[in-house]
């Protein structure tokens, strides 16, 4: 199993401990280094400043937000980083949800989710293979573009620029099980929002027989600390956010797979806590028992007996969100 630094996004402004926290994680051995977006800092950015200040570790977005760019200008920033890093660029994708796409984007959610990230993603294969000019009669990303709205005079066209590599592995963030099953069909790998290793069962029926070399890269927040508790507080904080804030209390991908999960009840007293504007509430609503299942959390050898649970499932990639050298440092030294 190998194991990846997730940096996120920004919050109010640029965290100044990011760079220094990728570096050290290249000296340490980690694979992979991984940054995000929301409404607010760009993943693409932050990302070619890192690769600009190291030289081996690989580069991920986790995720870019389909939303944000049309999918050929999605390939373009993979295909430039891709050769300015020599080689080290994976893309990440998520759709996200209508709350964001809506309300940040200013885009109508897809009314077929599933067809419009099928589309998204052939759209960039193309542009990666360059095998000839892009063109698909698509419902949500034709090209050439062909709506009542337009000229018709768009023409196909294929990148300028070579790919430096056409097979650039493409992963998705997935929620759904519909969702998760064609992410196997369709992508490289997955990026799971949360994961819990004594729970397979919650996605076996969507995995289904993975392909070798499928990379399964969920992300998991540890900690290095004595007190259990104390280290579970920034996982329920951001428990809190995502299954309160992140959707509307109709359609919440991210409390819908907390019910899956087994913690049904208290994903709907989140919600309503946080809908009221009870945040503190809110984050003391999410049961330790669902923060820890889903983390690394506490001494030394607690973290070392749960990450063998880890490694019996089907990760391959672990993504590591963590504030501290000293935690990065003992799970590189607990994964050999």
């Not at 100044?16 to 694979?31: N, Q, S, T």
């Not at 400043?49 to 993979?78: E, F, N």
């Not at 956010?241 to 409390?255: L, P």
């Not at 499932?313 to 935690?327: E, I, R």
Request: hydrophobic share 40%; aromatic share 8%; with cysteine.
């Amino acid at each position: 199993m190998r194991l990846g630094l997730a940096l996120g996004y920004w919050g109010r402004g640029p965290d100044a401990a990011h760079l220094e926290l990728a570096r050290e994680a290249e000296r340490l051995g980690y694979d992979s280094v991984w940054t995000a977006e929301a409404w607010g800092s760009d993943a693409f950015t932050p990302l070619t400043w890192i690769a600009a200040h190291t030289s081996r570790i690989r580069l991920g977005t986790a995720v870019a937000q389909m939303a944000a760019r049309t999918p050929t200008a999605t390939a373009m920033h993979a295909l430039t980083l891709d050769h300015l890093s020599g080689g080290r660029m994976s893309l990440g994708l998520g759709l996200s949800g209508p709350q964001v796409v809506e309300g940040w984007y200013g885009r109508p959610f897809p009314s077929s989710p599933l067809t419009a990230t099928r589309e998204y993603v052939d759209v960039i294969r193309q542009v990666l293979r360059r095998g000839g000019p892009v063109e698909l009669d698509g419902r949500f990303h034709p090209h050439p573009y062909r709506g009542p709205d337009g000229t018709g005079l768009g023409k196909p066209l294929k990148p300028i620029t070579h790919p430096l590599r056409a097979d650039l592995p493409l992963l998705l963030g997935a929620e759904g099980p519909k969702n998760i099953a064609q992410t196997t069909r369709i992508a490289d790998g997955w990026l799971p929002l949360y994961w819990s290793p004594t729970r397979l069962d919650v996605y076996e029926a969507s995995l289904g027989d993975l392909r070798e070399g499928f990379v399964v890269a969920p992300m998991v927040r540890a900690q290095l600390c004595d007190d259990v508790s104390d280290g579970l507080l920034p996982v329920k904080a951001m428990l809190g956010f995502y299954i309160g804030g992140m959707g509307h209390a109709a359609r919440n991908f991210h409390a819908d797979l907390m019910s899956r999960m087994g913690y049904e009840a208290a994903a709907h007293r989140i919600q309503h806590l946080f809908a009221k504007g009870h945040r503190e509430e809110a984050i003391r609503a999410v049961p330790d028992a669902f923060a820890d299942e889903i983390s690394l959390v506490g001494p030394r050898q607690r973290i070392a007996e749960r990450l063998e649970l880890w490694r019996k499932g089907p990760v391959t990639d672990l993504l590591v969100t963590s504030p501290d050298h000293k935690t990065l440092r003992a799970l590189a030294e607990l994964n050999g």
